[in-house]
């Protein structure tokens, strides 16, 4: 995904963003996806309801967020570059924070009963 916004900084035309911004879309499902499991398992079962909740409305609020920070940042910047490579910078900051999940985190318990 990162490889994708670093090459929306440098392509000229709709038709070469294109392809790069499906990538771009279809790799964020994957962190999306699988953090709801990683977050909610190590807290207590009595606790998930309210914790789950302000996960979701963490993730609802970034995205009410973003858009018109994104929205500044082209106004400032007049140009969508400097979003792309702000959003590269976070993507890079999500892989190291992915790296540092203990092993086994939000995996089923497939053990025999």
Known sequence: MAVALIALDRVTSLT??????ALASAAWTFPTVNAYPMFVEPIPPA??????????????????????MNGRLFDLFGSYRPMFLMMAAYTALAFVAVLRIPRGVGEADVRAS
């Open 16 to 21: 070469q963003a294109t392809p790069l911004l």
């Open 47 to 68: 606790q998930r309801g309210v914790l789950a909740s302000l996960f979701l409305l963490c993730m609802a609020l970034g995205g009410g967020i973003g858009d018109p």
